[in-house]
Every structure is written in structure tokens, then in C-alpha cells.
């Protein structure tokens, strides 16, 4: 009897170890099965947004205002009335002048907005020479503004401005002074180009 009694004691034993081992193997595959259910295929990558820098030129009269802040206004941007009494390149009595400002916006890729602005303080102790237009129209303020569309960027434009000097009997004194004094009349002019992002 004692030797049945060790036989299922064994048998016991054996059932446990069976069972226990069972666990294992189920605990293994519900593990594997979480874990396959969890997973996903994951990817990162870094790169670079590149914008292309706008180009912006502008010259005044040649000159490239953009790395100088003078430009040239000689001979060969103004242009006095013809007339055979008075020399070629010279201002007198009853003289009409245009100075020519040519702003060019070649290689720009932004539309432009110029100001010129004119000091004629300089003309003031003189009221028989003045600015009398600016870009063929009447002289309204010291400051003329336009717009170079961007279609119209690589087209440089014309801008007159016009000085007059009247014949007048009432300044002939002055006149005379003027002639025998004075060598040269300078008339500021600055220009100033920014780009233009609609009015």
C-alpha cells in the first residue's frame, strides 16, 4: 500500500512539472503575440527648405547705388536748350535745362519703389532759376515718387528733371551778379530705391 501511495505522490510531481512548463511555453507566445501586435516599421530622415534669395540691383545714372552712395550726374546726363547766343554746356538768361535721372532695376527680382527727392535750396537766393518739372510734369513738393512693376524690372527709366532760367527785366541786376559770381549752381539730388510691396 505505502509503495501505491509514493507511485501517485510521482505522478503528482509530474503533472506539476508538465503544467508548470505549459505556462511557460503559453506565457512565451502570449509575450510574442503582445509584442508582434505592438510593433511598427518607424523611420526619421532630416533635410534642409532652401529659398532662393530674391536678387536686388539698382543703378542711378550707371552707378550702382547699392554698394555706393553717390552717383554721377556729368555732362552727358543734362542737356541745355539750344540757342546761338549762349555757349553749349552752359546756363544763362533764358535758358531751359534737363538733368536726366536713369534708374535701373536690370537683374532686380522684386518690383521698386524710387523716390527722388531735390534740394533746390541752393537756387533759393535766386528766384529767376528753379525746378520747373519733374518728369515732364508741373513741380509739386521737392519729392517725385514711382513704381517699376517687376515685369518692367529690366527696362531702366527716364526720369527729366527740368530747370529754368527766366529772362526777366526785373532780375537783371541779379542776373549779372549771377554771371560774374558764381561758377556753378549745385542742386542736391538723392535718390532712394526700396522694393515695393504693393500701395
Same mark, same amino acid.
Given at each position: 500500500?505505502?509503495?501505491?501511495?509514493?507511485? *501517485?505522490?510521482?505522478?503528482?510531481?509530474?503533472?506539476?512539472?508538465?503544467?508548470?512548463?505549459?505556462?511557460?511555453?503559453?506565457?512565451?507566445?502570449?509575450?510574442?503575440?503582445?509584442?508582434?501586435?505592438?510593433?511598427?516599421?518607424?523611420? *526619421?530622415?532630416?533635410?534642409?527648405?532652401?529659398?532662393?534669395?530674391?536678387?536686388?540691383?539698382?543703378?542711378?545714372?550707371?552707378?550702382?547705388?547699392?554698394?555706393?552712395?553717390?552717383?554721377?550726374?556729368?555732362?552727358?546726363?543734362?542737356?541745355?536748350?539750344?540757342?546761338?547766343?549762349?555757349?553749349?554746356?552752359?546756363?544763362?538768361?533764358?535758358?531751359?535745362?534737363?538733368?536726366?535721372?536713369?534708374?535701373?532695376?536690370?537683374?532686380?527680382?522684386?518690383?521698386?519703389?524710387?523716390?527722388?527727392?531735390?534740394?533746390?535750396?541752393?537756387?533759393?537766393?535766386?528766384?529767376?532759376?528753379?525746378?520747373?518739372?519733374?518728369?515732364?510734369?508741373?513741380?509739386?513738393?521737392?519729392?517725385?515718387?514711382?513704381?517699376?512693376?517687376?515685369?518692367?524690372?529690366?527696362?531702366?527709366?527716364?526720369?527729366?528733371?527740368?530747370?529754368?532760367?527766366?529772362?526777366?527785366?526785373?532780375?537783371?541786376?541779379?542776373?549779372?551778379?549771377?554771371? *560774374?559770381?558764381?561758377?556753378?549752381?549745385?542742386?542736391?539730388?538723392?535718390?532712394?530705391?526700396?522694393?515695393?510691396?504693393?500701395?
Amino acid at each position: 500500500m505505502a509503495k501505491a501511495k509514493t507511485k *501517485s505522490k510521482k505522478g503528482q510531481k509530474d503533472n506539476k512539472i508538465i503544467f508548470l512548463v505549459g505556462g511557460i511555453v503559453v506565457a512565451v507566445v502570449l509575450v510574442c503575440v503582445i509584442g508582434y501586435s505592438y510593433s511598427r516599421y518607424t523611420s *526619421s530622415s532630416t533635410g534642409e527648405a532652401n529659398a532662393e534669395v530674391a536678387t536686388w540691383a539698382i543703378k542711378v545714372n550707371n552707378t550702382d547705388i547699392v554698394q555706393n552712395a553717390t552717383f554721377t550726374m556729368d555732362d552727358s546726363y543734362i542737356t541745355w536748350s539750344d540757342s546761338e547766343y549762349v555757349e553749349d554746356g552752359y546756363i544763362a538768361p533764358g535758358s531751359v535745362g534737363t538733368m536726366n535721372i536713369r534708374i535701373d532695376a536690370t537683374g532686380s527680382q522684386v518690383a521698386v519703389k524710387y523716390t527722388i527727392s531735390i534740394d533746390d535750396s541752393a537756387l533759393d537766393q535766386y528766384s529767376q532759376i528753379s525746378i520747373t518739372k519733374v518728369n515732364n510734369e508741373p513741380v509739386s513738393g521737392d519729392s517725385y515718387s514711382g513704381v517699376i512693376a517687376l515685369a518692367d524690372v529690366n527696362t531702366p527709366v527716364d526720369i527729366p528733371i527740368e530747370v529754368t532760367w527766366k529772362n526777366e527785366t526785373s532780375t537783371n541786376t541779379s542776373d549779372t551778379t549771377i554771371g *560774374s559770381t558764381v561758377d556753378s549752381l549745385s542742386i542736391p539730388i538723392t535718390v532712394t530705391a526700396e522694393q515695393y510691396l504693393g500701395s
